[in-house]
């Protein structure tokens, strides 16, 4: 029998096999080596008695350092304790490198700080927290992707240098760009914009950038998003389809990662909760519900991580806050028509994260662009192109941008963004 994946091992009870992968602990009791290997696919506990192999094998099997690459041949047995439900009686042992000692990551120490370990990111991408959550964000993707697929919007990737701002001038990166300047992007959504008038239902999935100043633990510098753009959709449809959106990805990620889950610690029954409808409330409700939680907050401000907790309160699904201040958004929002002092936005803020998408109405009319183009201090040039939009057949429409680590920090649990990204970019680090 050739090599197996760890994962698919309880499928091959009774056989001899080969797993190839890494050690990553070793318990000896004597006449008995329990190996703890990782393959990428799970972890598995392989058996050696002094009589199964030969006595170089043996002795090999007891000194092998943690994280050596390794191929073990050796029967399955079904073993209901074990993680996986399957264990390796080991017949032979092959050591691929043996690593050099100490293993900065060592499993006997617990005490590692996450700056230390975000230093060692390259490694601990190997631990078990590490790479599940990994593979949840893997899945989430998978899951946005069919969710827009199976609805027959188009994938669109917007442009990853652009010559303007999208949301806003304090958080751009520049790019030397031959003679000229350049910037990060910050958002597709201009651009997304553009595909919708050509192919109806967009979405986009990439990475975007902000330099955000602040250490939070739901800003990085470098993030993923997904922004879906819609000919035709008001406000109330793009409200519909964020929950259904988040709904499924949520449901796809409880069908597909419980094994990633246990690993997390995940406690999946809020996440069983999340299903359409979520809670709709203005602006003006939800600073209502800021202040009556006895946290502060200055009029027509925009809310911070405190009051957007206090707004979802204990809510067990995402509340969807709509119809911010004017001021305190973006360029190309549409105004109320009920309420000049407010646009028809929504931002959907998830039970212990806060905001996980951000999207709304545009501005549809070209003379109003223009004038907040203007109030805006834009650089009106750069923006020709998109104001043609409003020249050239301008219909209603909508569209959102979902962050992906905060929704993966979300539906994981984790506490930080930046567990949620193979390699985290933020004000303070751009190592490893
Ligand atoms: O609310 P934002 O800024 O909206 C936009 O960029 C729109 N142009 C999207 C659109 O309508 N097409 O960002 C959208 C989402 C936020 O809700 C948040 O989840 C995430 O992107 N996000 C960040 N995630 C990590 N680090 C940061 N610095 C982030 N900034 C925004
Ligand atoms: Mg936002």
Sequence with gaps: MGVVAIRDLKQHAGETVTVRGWMFNRRSAGK??????????????????????????FELLGRVTQESSVQVEGEVRLEPRAPGGAELGVRRFEVIQMAAQPYPISIQDHGHGVDFLMEQRHLWLRGPKASATLRVRAR?????????NQRDFTLVDPPILTPAACEGTTTLFNVEYFEDKAYLTQSGQLYMEAAAMALGKVYSLGP????????????LT??????????????????????????????????????????????????????????????????????????????????????????????????????????????????????????LCVDVLAPGIGEIIGGGQRADDLAYLEEQIALHKLPRAAFDWYLDLRKYGSVPHSG???????TVAWICGNEHVRECIPFPRTIYRIYP
């Design 32 to 57: 008995l080596h329990f190996l703890q290997v990782r393959d990428g696919s799970g972890f598995l506990q392989c058996v050696a008695g002094r009589k199964d192999v030969d006595e170089a094998t």
């Design 140 to 148: 989430v993707i998978q899951a946005i992707r069919d969710f827009f």
């Design 208 to 219: 975007t950038f902000r330099a955000e100043k602040s250490k939070t633990r739901r800003h």
């Design 222 to 343: 470098e993030f993923w998003m997904c922004e879906p753009e819609i000919a035709f959709a008001t406000l109330d449809d793009i409200m519909s389809l964020a929950e259904e959106f988040v709904s499924f990805v949520v449901r796809r990620a409880l069908e597909t990662c419980g094994e990633e889950f246990k690993h997390l610690e995940r406690d999946t029954k809020p996440l069983e909760k999340i299903v359409p409808p979520f809670h709709r409330i203005r602006y003006d409700e939800a600073v209502t519900k800021v202040r009556a939680a006895g946290v502060e907050m200055r009029d027509e401000d925009d809310f911070g991580t405190p009051q957007e907790m206090a707004i979802v309160g204990d809510s067990e699904k995402p509340v969807m806050v709509h119809r911010y201040p004017t001021a305190v958004k973006a360029f190309y929002m549409k105004r109320d028509p009920e309420n000049e002092k407010r646009v």
């Design 400 to 406: 959102f941008g979902l962050g992906i680590e905060r």
